[in-house]
């Protein structure tokens, strides 16, 4: 390491050789799922994180469907086209995960990550069919940033018809909280995308314990719309989960293969 190359990268990666860049999203897409599996975001089958091709841009690599999160690697991510066309890898895809995602990627050309799994608190606070209250400086991340979408809510989206009225309903934002169903977040990065979802995740989890425990004092709005200023935007995202790449990245090497 040179002597003024910074210890901690405070800006997202940059590549001018495109194969390059494919993977190192593929790497951080391999570990951001690893992620999801340490924090207890598998449930069965369901759940997926995708990136969209830097080179084949109408395509996102995605998990296969039925492989853990905990024990991704690179080498196991597929190469899907909009169309639900498996182009790299021999495993099978979640139809749900195509839908959904195929359908924000396509409408959305600013996200390059999403991310969604079937987490207990994110699927608990779906049901109520809010948005999140600026309770706390982590919620404030959300603040006039996130939607709730009804429609297709519950039911298991496998038409294409029903990825694109969700695509519809979720045309700006970080986030959106499919009724019934659970979270939704993208992102300029998977680490962005992730981040979001994890602390969205969390964020879900406390506004739950705060109504339970009483009535909860929402931030003024002026307060929460500084706060989401000064972090909830795409660099704060990204940074926030550097600590968690270097940890899984220190702990399980073998996701680069």
């Known amino acids: 390491m040179a002597l003024d190359e910074p210890i901690i990268a405070f800006h997202p990666e940059s590549f001018d050789d495109p194969e390059a860049e494919r993977v190192h999203r593929k790497a951080k897409l391999a570990g951001a799922l690893r992620v999801f599996g340490r924090l207890g975001f598998g449930e069965g089958v369901a759940g997926h994180i995708t990136v969209r091709d830097p080179i084949m841009t109408d395509h996102f690599w995605v998990n296969p469907f039925g492989k853990s999160f905990r024990h ?59 948005p999140l209250d600026p309770l706390t400086q982590d919620a404030c991340i959300f603040y006039g940033d996130h939607t709730v979408i009804a429609e297709q809510g519950g039911a298991v989206v496998f038409e294409v018809e029903a990825g694109m009225e969700f695509a519809e309903k ?88």
């Open 72 to 130: 991704m690697r690179s080498s196991d991510l597929l190469l899907v086209s909009h169309e639900g066309e498996v182009v790299v890898g021999d495993m099978p895809v979640n139809r749900a995960a195509f839908v959904l995602h195929s359908a924000i990627h396509k409408a959305r050309p600013d996200v390059i990550a999403a991310a969604h799994s079937h987490s207990v608190y994110g699927k608990a606070f779906s049901s109520l069919g809010i």
């Open 170 to 257: 979720f045309p700006t934002g970080k986030a959106a909280i499919h009724q019934n169903h659970g979270l939704f977040t993208v992102g300029q990065t998977v680490d962005e995308a992730a981040f979001w979802f994890i602390t969205m995740e969390r964020t879900c989890q406390a506004q739950l314990a705060a109504m339970a425990a009483g009535n909860p004092i929402s931030i003024r709005d002026e307060y929460a719309q500084y706060t989401f200023e000064q972090i909830g935007h795409h660099l704060a995202g990204w940074f926030s989960f550097q600590p968690l790449w270097q940890e899984i990245c220190a702990s399980d090497p073998e996701l680069f293969d």
